[in-house]
């Protein structure tokens, strides 16, 4: 009596199998270390508050340049300088267009400042850059994301003394809104330095 | 001096404050943040023919402005960029999602003043019209501005 073939060949469905585990595998290691990372940075930012605590009547700052780390990103502000609200501001072209995400991250974020579209009637220009990078194929296969990673970092300048008085860099991973968010941090944080 | 003298000096430096603080006032004042009703406004175009999308949500969101062919007959701008990426093979196998993802950003500004007086943002991961969607959700913010002003 002939053999029958089976409909489906084992070869195909035991690598498909394979590499399903294998996939599985990877996640739960990425989600493990991710916690762990969690994990460390807390334990992190309690020993640098520690540290800030006793270690600031010993120490002077050196320079002008104040650097914190946020959230996200990296704040640079030169001798504490302050834009009074309301002041004109024009943001130039940055590559694909993410001046207007600045634009619409300061209406969001309801930063007092007039946003101008000419560069001769602005106090302060904002300028700086942007990459976005889209999840590939093996991101969405051992990660399951599809969020893009976005960075820019952006700087202020004076246009009357030229003096630069403010840079703020920020790099998100696994962005949930893209180019969205990363202007919506930019805006957060050029608040802080606005006169209210 | 005269008494009169003294009276005429003090009302002279008493304009001359109201007026340098008026002045400097003026300088940081908040911008008047309103688009009229029927204000026209030229749409500038935008990479990706995006401003073709726009133009049609405006009409289908029944926004109440009147678009013009041309930016010396306008009042109000409206300049912005957007992004399309199409559903990769990946993304369709492995997260199976055919819909695309879209990123817009708009700003609307007053050409006169040279102010921007409105911008808005939208991200969608997973846009069921692709760039119709992100248009119309444009426009529906921008009508719903123009009317709560």
């Known amino acids: ?196 | 001096m005269s008494y009169k003298a003294n009276v005429v000096n003090i009302l002279v430096l008493l304009i001359a404050a109201s007026v340098s603080t008026a002045l400097a006032g003026e300088k940081n004042a908040p911008p008047s943040q309103k688009i009229p009703k029927g204000a026209k406004v030229f749409v500038a175009p935008i990479a990706g023919g995006y401003d073709n999308y726009l133009k049609d949500a405006i009409a289908k969101k029944k926004v109440p402005v009147e678009i013009v062919a041309s930016r010396d007959q306008a009042d109000y701008e409206i300049t912005g960029t957007s992004e399309s990426q199409k559903a990769s093979t990946a993304k369709k196998v492995i997260l199976g999602n055919w819909h695309s993802r879209e990123e817009a950003s708009i700003t609307v500004s007053n050409i006169k003043s040279a102010e921007v007086v409105w911008a808005y943002s939208v991200h969608e991961e997973g846009s069921a019209h692709g760039q119709r969607s992100s248009a119309e959700s444009c426009a529906k913010h921008l009508k719903e501005v123009i009317e709560n002003q």
């Not at chain 1, 002939?2 to 399903?20: E, H, N």
């Not at chain 1, 209406?107 to 001769?120: A, E, F, G, H, Q």
């Open chain 1, 1 to 196: 009596m002939p053999r029958r073939k089976p409909l489906i060949s084992q070869t195909p469905v035991a690598l498909i199998l394979c590499l399903a585990m294998g996939a599985l595998t990877a996640r739960l290691t990425a989600q493990e270390t991710n916690s762990a990372n969690t994990a460390t940075q807390d334990q992190n930012k309690a020993a640098d508050t520690g540290k800030t605590a006793s270690g600031d009547k010993a120490k002077a700052p050196a320079s002008d340049l104040k650097s914190a780390a946020t959230d996200e990103g990296q704040l640079a502000t030169v001798n504490n300088a302050k834009i009074p609200s309301y002041s004109k501001v024009y943001v130039a072209p940055i590559a694909g267009g993410f001046e207007n995400y600045i634009i619409a991250g300061l209406r969001n974020k309801k930063v007092p400042l007039t946003v101008v579209i000419d560069r001769s009637k602005a106090d302060y220009e904002i300028s700086g850059v942007s990459d976005s990078e889209k999840a590939g194929w093996a991101k969405m296969l051992f990660i399951g994301s599809q969020q893009s990673n976005e960075q820019a970092s952006i700087k202020i300048s004076d246009l009357k003394t030229g003096a630069v008085i403010f840079g703020y860099s920020v790099h998100k991973t696994n962005s949930v809104r893209g180019r969205q968010s990363a202007g919506e941090a930019c805006a957060k944080h050029i608040k802080q330095i606005v006169l209210e």
